[in-house]
């Protein structure tokens, strides 16, 4: 449900400390080519600042 929204909101960034979704590069390497980037909480911060 998430990855969907993240996808059609066409969101740049997916924040999570789910490490299902931290850890699985397919999936990352997938939402990568619609722009989206899954990152933790704290990484997300460092990026926006």
Known sequence: MFIDCAVSGRV?????????LIDDSELKRALFE???EVVEPLHFLEKIR
């Open 12 to 20: 740049q960034f997916l924040v999570s400390y789910d490490k299902d």
């Open 34 to 36: 619609f722009g989206v």
